[in-house]
């Protein structure tokens, strides 16, 4: 019967460290991992998307360019140029190392305990969010380096998808 109990706990552990994949698609809510847009402007977008926990910097980052590209080709446009971009929240650093110390007195007697432990992020890591702020343009390309071809992006990241 212990083993059983033994066995059923581990399953649930090993279950509540699974996380969600971090996919390309729309946010079903304001903190929801995927993308989201705002229109400022004809031909000029704020576009955020949010990683599930554990979601690598450059893949967030590439699916908020990824979503510029989709929005550019589909208002008509060749190419578009990013005004501004942050990332919100820091990617996991990896493992940490904890140090604990502590001390009690029952009456007569003391005792003094040191710990040592190593975290384990079992939630998967912070989310992180990358927002751009894009205008479109259509034609030729302008030379620069935060300007983007959207055909090209959707083909490139599009892939990875």
């Known amino acids: 019967m212990n083993r059983l109990i033994l066995a059923a706990t581990a399953a649930l552990a090993v279950s509540a460290c699974a996380t969600a994949p971090t996919l390309y698609q729309p946010a079903a809510g304001r903190d ?3 993308y989201s847009e705002y229109r400022i402007e004809p031909g000029r977008y704020r576009i955020t998307f949010r990683g599930g926990p554990g979601a690598p910097p450059e893949q967030v980052s590439d699916y908020a360019l990824l979503r510029a590209a989709d929005l550019a080709l ?22 940490r190392l904890s140090v604990g110390v502590g001390g009690a007195s029952f009456g007569r ?6 710990g040592v432990s190593q975290g384990i992020p079992l939630g998967g890591g912070p989310s992180l969010a990358s927002t751009i702020e894009v205008v479109m ?3 030729d390309r302008p030379r620069g380096a935060d300007i983007y071809d959207a055909r090209a992006l959707r083909a490139s990241i599009g892939a990875r998808t």
């Open 109 to 114: 007697r003391s005792a003094v305990g040191v």
């Open 32 to 34: 929801a991992v995927g």
């Open 74 to 95: 589909a208002d008509g446009y060749d190419w578009f140029r990013v005004s501004d971009r942050f990332l919100e929240g820091q990617p996991d650093r990896g493992p």
């Open 137 to 139: 343009g259509k034609g």
